[in-house]
């Protein structure tokens, strides 16, 4: 059930990536009795809409829809594009299967953040550095990253222009911890 404030939120998990580094389809990977997509997606079931960025049939989740990426492989850029455009006027709550710590208050947070002429909200990390790929965007960023994708930029942390992002400090940096490798898995080392 949609509750505010996420009434005009799309929730996005991308989820389109080879796992190289990883060895395995790090999506369908259990940790803690949970696979790493169910932990992603779990802290966005609130958003009035959902969206699993990923090539189709690759993966199912209840009350989520496959989108598949417009630029396969190149990047969580390109990922957060095809959410942009998959995803009706408002909010994109984006994140990676990759970052499984994630809570609904941590989205709660970055939502409650939201203010006018801001057109993304990032989390700052434990040494203050924003973290773009566990954040908010505004729909109205479609064109802009489409640019920036077309001229060949690929770095999430441009998708928003200078000035109108806004960073929230002070989150338990443990939520943001990303997996990568068998051995990022929290209490796995």
Same mark, same amino acid.
């Given at each position: 059930?949609?509750?505010?404030?996420? =009434?005009? /939120?799309?929730?996005? /998990?991308?989820?389109?990536?080879?796992?190289?580094?990883?060895?395995?389809?790090?999506?369908?990977?259990?940790?803690?009795?949970?696979?790493?997509?169910?932990?992603?997606?779990?802290?966005?079931?609130?958003? =009035?809409?959902?969206?699993?960025?990923?090539?189709?049939?690759?993966?199912?989740?209840?009350?989520?829809?496959?989108?598949?990426?417009?630029?396969?492989?190149?990047?969580?850029?390109? +990922?957060?594009?095809?959410?942009?455009?998959?995803?009706?006027?408002?909010?994109?709550?984006?994140?990676?299967?990759?970052?499984?710590?994630?809570?609904?208050?941590?989205?709660?947070?970055?939502? +409650?953040?939201?203010?006018?002429?801001?057109? !993304? /909200?990032?989390?700052?990390?434990?040494?203050?550095?924003?973290?773009?790929? =566990?954040?908010?965007?505004?729909?109205?960023?479609? =064109?802009?990253?489409?640019?920036?994708?077309?001229?060949?930029?690929?770095?999430?942390?441009?998708?928003?222009?200078? !000035?109108? /992002?806004?960073?929230?400090?002070?989150?338990?940096?443990?939520?943001?911890?990303?997996?990568?490798?068998?051995?990022?898995?929290?209490?796995?080392?």
């Amino acid at each position: 059930m949609t509750r505010e404030p996420w =009434a005009d /939120v799309t929730g996005v /998990v991308t989820a389109g990536g080879r796992s190289s580094r990883f060895g395995s389809d790090k999506a369908l990977v259990t940790w803690q009795g949970r696979t790493l997509l169910d932990r992603a997606c779990t802290p966005l079931d609130h958003a =009035a809409t959902r969206l699993i960025i990923a090539p189709e049939g690759r993966y199912q989740m209840p009350g989520w829809r496959v989108t598949p990426d417009t630029r396969p492989g190149e990047g969580p850029l390109a +990922a957060l594009e095809a959410a942009l455009h998959a995803a009706p006027d408002g909010w994109v709550a984006f994140t990676g299967v990759d970052l499984p710590c994630l809570t609904c208050d941590y989205w709660e947070t970055l939502l +409650a953040a939201r203010a006018p002429g801001v057109l !993304g /909200v990032q989390a700052l990390d434990g040494l203050r550095r924003p973290q773009p790929l =566990a954040a908010l965007y505004h729909t109205s960023l479609r =064109a802009h990253v489409t640019d920036l994708l077309d001229m060949g930029e690929r770095r999430l942390r441009f998708a928003v222009p200078a !000035g109108q /992002v806004r960073h929230v400090p002070g989150l338990d940096p443990a939520l943001l911890r990303n997996v990568n490798t068998p051995a990022d898995l929290p209490g796995t080392r």
